[in-house]
C-alpha cells in the first residue's frame, strides 16, 4: 500500500507526461498480485459496495466535530485529502500489502462497517488514507487517464496500443491473459467481440480558424449534432443491450428499446426524447435518466428513440476498419429489415465549401440540434478522440450579460478560490439568481474575480460569500428552460463565464421579464 | 482590553502594533513584510527586527529606533510593554501589554516547535489572548520538519542529473530550511537566489548556523546538477528559473499540506515545513495561556473561533485590513 500510495502521490504532483508513464512503468514491472489491483483502481474498475463518500462523511463525523470537518472541507475542497488530513490518528509504519487491504475490505460486513473500516483507517498513515479513499469514492483525479496507463503499458512490453484498446472491454481481474500476453508468454487474449461493448469513436472540436483552412470540405460529410446521450446497441438473435459511452449497461432504463429492436449488428447513435422521431430536449430526457427502470406511465409520457449514426458489426462481420461511407450502407440495409418506430437515421449532410456548411450548423432544426458533426469520408471507426477524422462544430452559445451575486471556493483544481459564480439579473430593484457558473473564464480572470471576492465581500452564509454588485459577467449557455424549482422561473443548460464586462454599468442588466421574453419563455 | 481596538491600535498613547501604514510609533513583532513597513516614525522592536528592518528598506526606514531586549519593559505613561520570543523566524516577539493589572498578549506570527534560527517560543499567561491563525484547521498538524528535509536529501542522492529549486521565503524560511539541512548533515555548498544574500549573511553573522553558500551566477548549466538551489516562491514561477538542468521544483511551506494546492502551484515535491503553529499547538497555546478572551486573526479564524466558543472562552475573530487571506509569509 506504501509503495502504491507513493505512486499516486507523485503521479499528481508530476506535470510530465513521460515522467508520469515512467512512475507507472516502475511500478507495473513488480511482478505480483498488487499489479492487478493497481490496474483495476487506474481505470476505476475497483470499488467497494458499502463504501460511498455518504459513508466516509459518516465515520469521519464519528471521529472528529462536523463543524470542524465542515470548516476543513470548504477549505482543502478534496474529500479524499480533507478525511485523510483530519483523521485523529496517523500511524506511521505497519503496512499492509495493497492486495490484502483490498481484499480484507471486501470481507467486511455491512453490519460492521463503521467499525471495522474506521479501525482500517486508522492504522494507515497520512498518504496511504487518501490514497483508500480515492478508491473508495471511485475516479481518483490524480491526472491519469485510462489511456496513459495503457500506454505505459503497451512501452514497457512493446505491444501497441491499440491491441491493448481492442481487448479492453473483455478483460477482467486478475488480468492473468493480459499480463501474460504482454509478456509474451501466451497469445492475445481471445475476446467474444459479440458480447463485448466497443469503446466509442469520439470528436474532437473544430478550430475554425486552423481546421478550416486546412481541411479540404470535399473530402467530409456532416450530420446534426444531437443534445441527447450517446449509446451503442448491441443485437443479436437472442439478446438485445444498451450500452452509455462509458461502456454502463442501462438495458433497464429503456425496455422498449430492448422489446422492439430485431436483427444482429452494433450501433452507435444517441438516445433522444421524443414520439414519431421529432426530439423533444434534453430538459425531457432528463425525466428518463438516472433510472434504473422505467414505468409504463413514464414510457408513454416521454417516449424515447436512437438517431443512429454509425455500425459496427453487421451479422457477425467486423466493419470497423471499413470507410464511413460504407459502413453507411450497411447502417442503412439493417435499417430496411428491421424497421421499427423505436430507430431511425441520421440524416447525411452533403455541402462542397465550409461556408455552405455554417447555415446548417446554425439554423436549420432551430433550437433542436446543438451544431453539427463533421465527419472525414473514409473514416475508419477508430476508438478514442483520434485527431483528424471527426470535429463537432457546435452552434454558437447564446449570451446574456449578469450581475456576479455570490461566490464559492471550488473543487478540485480550483479548489480554494472562489471559482463557483452565481450571477443574476433584475427583478425591480433587487437580482435574482438566474445560474451559477464554474468555468469558461481565463487563469487570469480567475484571479481577478478571486482577489475582487476576497476583498468584496459583504455577507457570508457558510462557505457562499455575497459581494457587492459591481461585476457583470457575460454568461454563455446552451440552453435555458423554464423550472418552477428556482426562484427565477428559469434553469440554464451548461452556463459558463465568457468574459467580464468592465465596460457596462449594472443598470444596464436585463430585467428577468427581458430575459424571458428574449429566450422565449413564458 | 478595550484600550486596543481591531487594528491592534492603543489610541490613548497613539501606539500601533504591526501597521500597515506610516504611524507615529509602532511597535514591531517581526521583520515580514506584512508587519514591518517602511515609514513609521518610531519604531520599537527587538534589535534583530531592527536589523533586519534596516536591510530591507534602509537605514532610514524610520525616523527613531527602540530597541528591546526579550523580557525588558517598557513604559509609556500607564501602558507597560514587553517583548517575548515567538519562536517564528530571528527577531521574532510577543508583545505583552499590562494596564491596571489587565495582562494581554499579541502573539505576532509564532510556532511552538524547535528551530535553531531564533529563540524558541515562551509561553505567555494572560487575560486576553489575540492569537495567529494562519493555520488554524485542523487538517493542519505540521510533520517532524527532520522528516521533510530527509525527503529533500533523499531527492537529491537520487535525481543526481537534476537540480532541486526550493521555493522558501527569503526571511526566515530560507535560513531555517538551510539549517535544518546542516543539522542532517547535510555538507555542500548551498546556492542561493541573489535576494536571499543579504538577510543569509545577517543569519550568519548572529550565528546561526546555515553553513556555506554562494549565490547563483551564470556558471555552465551542468554546474548546477546534483546542486540544491534557495530562491524566493516567486522565481520558482519566472524565468529565473529556467536557466537550471532538469530542476525539480520544491517548496517549503505549511500550506504544503495540501496536496491540491502543491499541484496547483506546479510543485513536485512539497516539504511540509512551517514557521506557525498547527493546529494542536494553537489550541494548546491558548489553553496554557488560561486566556478567557481570545481574538482570533491572520487566517482561518472561523475554526478556531468555533472551537473556544465550544470551551467556553470569549472568543471572536479579529479583521485587520490588508491581512484578509493566504498570502502570508
Known amino acids: 500500500m506504501k509503495k502504491f500510495s507513493s505512486l499516486l502521490h507523485n503521479l499528481i504532483l508530476t506535470p510530465s507526461r ?213 449509446v451503442q446497441l448491441m443485437v443479436s438473435s437472442n439478446s438485445v443491450s444498451l450500452y452509455s459511452r462509458t461502456g454502463d449497461n442501462i438495458s433497464s432504463a429503456f425496455p422498449e428499446i430492448i422489446e422492439t429492436t430485431k436483427g444482429d449488428a452494433v450501433i452507435d447513435g444517441e438516445l433522444l426524447v421524443g414520439g414519431n422521431f421529432k426530439p423533444s430536449g434534453f430538459n425531457d430526457l432528463q425525466q428518463r435518466l438516472n433510472r434504473k427502470k422505467a414505468s409504463k406511465e413514464l414510457q408513454k409520457k416521454f417516449p424515447v428513440f436512437i438517431r443512429a449514426y454509425d455500425i459496427l458489426f453487421y451479422k457477425g462481420k467486423d466493419l470497423r476498419k471499413l470507410s464511413l461511407v460504407e459502413r453507411r450502407k450497411y447502417l442503412e440495409k439493417f435499417q430496411k429489415e428491421n424497421t421499427t418506430n423505436q430507430i431511425d437515421l441520421s440524416t447525411i449532410i452533403n455541402f462542397s465549401t465550409w461556408e455552405a456548411l455554417t447555415k446548417y450548423k446554425n439554423n436549420f432544426y432551430d433550437d433542436l440540434n446543438e451544431g453539427v458533426m463533421i465527419k472525414l469520408k473514409n473514416s475508419e471507426y477508430l476508438p478514442g478522440r483520434k485527431k483528424g477524422y471527426w470535429y463537432k462544430w457546435k452552434k454558437n452559445p447564446k449570451l446574456v450579460d449578469a450581475i456576479l451575486m455570490y461566490a464559492q471556493r471550488g473543487h478540485g483544481k480550483r479548489s480554494s478560490y472562489y471559482s463557483d459564480f452565481t450571477f443574476g439579473v433584475w427583478e425591480e430593484n433587487e437580482l435574482v439568481p438566474i445560474g451559477k457558473a464554474y468555468s469558461g473564464y481565463t487563469d487570469k480572470e480567475l484571479l481577478v474575480l478571486d482577489k475582487f471576492i476576497r476583498n468584496n465581500t459583504t455577507n457570508k452564509f457558510g462557505p457562499v460569500r455575497e459581494v457587492k454588485k459591481e461585476i457583470i459577467l457575460e454568461v454563455a449557455f446552451d440552453d435555458v428552460f423554464p423550472s418552477n424549482r428556482h426562484k427565477s422561473g428559469v434553469a440554464m443548460r451548461f452556463p459558463r463565464i465568457h468574459r467580464i464586462r468592465w465596460d457596462k454599468p449594472i443598470n444596464e442588466v436585463l430585467s428577468i421579464k427581458e430575459f424571458k421574453k428574449e429566450f422565449k419563455i413564458d | 482590553m478595550d484600550f486596543i481596538n481591531h487594528q491592534l491600535f492603543i489610541k490613548d498613547i497613539n501606539v500601533h502594533i504591526d501597521p500597515i501604514l506610516p504611524k507615529k510609533t509602532a511597535i514591531i513583532t517581526h521583520g515580514h513584510a506584512d508587519h514591518a513597513r517602511f515609514g513609521h516614525d518610531h519604531v520599537i522592536a527587538t534589535k534583530q527586527t531592527i536589523d533586519i528592518m534596516k ?275
Not at chain 2, 530527509?150 to 542522492?157: A, H, P, W
Not at chain 2, 554546474?223 to 536557466?243: M, N, T, V
Open chain 2, 55 to 329: 536591510i530591507r528598506y534602509g537605514d532610514k526606514c524610520a525616523k527613531k529606533f527602540t530597541p528591546l531586549r526579550y523580557g525588558q519593559k517598557y513604559s509609556i505613561k500607564n501602558f507597560d510593554f514587553t517583548l517575548y520570543p515567538a519562536g517564528h523566524i530571528l527577531g521574532s516577539a510577543q508583545v505583552l501589554i499590562e494596564k491596571n493589572n489587565h495582562r494581554l498578549v499579541i502573539t505576532g506570527d509564532y510556532k511552538v516547535g524547535k528551530d535553531e534560527t531564533c529563540k524558541n517560543f515562551k509561553l505567555v499567561k494572560c487575560d486576553t489572548l489575540i492569537t495567529e491563525a494562519t493555520f488554524g484547521l485542523p487538517i493542519f498538524q505540521h510533520p517532524d520538519p527532520k522528516d521533510e528535509i530527509q525527503k529533500l536529501i533523499r531527492s537529491v542522492k537520487i535525481n543526481k542529473n537534476n537540480c532541486h529549486i526550493v521555493g522558501a521565503y527569503a526571511l526566515g524560511k530560507a535560513q531555517r530550511v538551510m539549517n535544518l539541512l546542516r543539522q542532517q548533515k547535510y555538507d555542500e555548498r548551498i546556492y542561493i537566489h541573489g535576494s536571499l544574500e543579504k538577510l543569509c549573511q545577517y543569519y550568519s553573522k548572529e550565528k546561526i548556523n546555515i553553513g556555506k553558500f554562494e549565490k547563483v551566477s551564470s556558471k555552465d548549466k551542468s554546474f548546477y546538477e546534483g546542486k540544491i538551489i534557495i530562491a524566493p516562491p516567486s522565481a520558482l514561477k519566472d524565468r529565473w528559473s529556467r536557466r537550471f538542468p532538469n530542476p525539480i521544483i520544491c517548496m517549503a511551506s505549511g500550506w504544503m499540506t495540501v496536496k491540491q494546492r502543491a499541484k496547483q502551484q506546479g510543485i513536485e515535491l512539497p516539504l511540509v515545513i512551517s514557521d506557525h503553529s498547527d493546529w494542536n499547538e494553537l489550541l494548546d497555546t491558548i489553553k496554557k495561556s488560561k486566556a478567557k478572551n481570545i481574538l482570533i486573526t491572520h487566517g482561518q479564524e472561523d475554526a478556531l473561533v468555533y472551537y473556544c466558543k465550544k470551551q467556553n472562552l470569549v472568543s471572536k475573530p479579529l479583521s485587520i485590513q490588508g491581512r484578509n487571506d493566504e498570502e502570508i509569509e
Open chain 1, 18 to 230: 513521460n515522467t508520469k508513464i515512467k512512475l507507472l512503468q516502475d511500478y507495473f514491472k513488480i511482478l505480483d498480485i498488487n499489479r492487478a489491483y493497481a490496474l483495476a483502481i487506474l481505470s476505476d474498475q475497483l470499488s467497494f459496495q458499502f463504501i460511498k463518500a455518504s459513508k466516509l462523511r459518516e465515520l469521519v463525523y464519528e471521529q472528529v466535530d462536523q463543524h470542524l470537518f465542515d470548516y476543513s472541507y470548504d477549505y482543502v475542497g478534496d474529500l479524499a485529502e480533507t478525511i485523510s488530513l483530519i483523521w485523529p490518528t496517523n500511524k506511521e509504519g505497519k503496512s499492509q500489502n495493497l492486495s490484502t487491504l483490498i481484499e480484507n475490505i471486501k470481507k467486511i460486513k455491512k453490519s460492521e462497517i463503521n467499525k471495522e473500516f474506521s479501525k482500517v483507517l486508522s492504522e494507515l498513515s497520512n498518504n496511504e488514507r487518501w490514497t483508500l479513499i480515492k478508491i473508495c469514492t471511485g475516479g481518483l483525479r490524480i491526472g491519469v487517464s485510462e489511456r496513459l496507463v495503457k500506454m505505459a503499458l503497451a512501452d514497457l512490453y512493446n505491444k501497441s496500443v491499440n491491441e491493448i484498446e481492442e481487448i479492453w472491454h473483455g478483460l477482467e481481474f486478475p488480468y492473468e491473459n493480459l499480463f501474460q500476453w504482454l509478456k509474451n508468454e501466451k497469445s492475445k487474449p481471445k475476446i467474444d467481440f459479440k458480447k463485448l461493448f466497443h469503446p466509442m469513436m469520439l470528436a474532437n472540436p473544430i478550430d475554425e480558424e486552423k481546421d478550416f483552412k486546412r481541411l479540404d470540405a470535399n473530402e467530409f460529410q456532416a450530420e446534426y449534432k444531437w443534445d441527447g446521450i450517446r
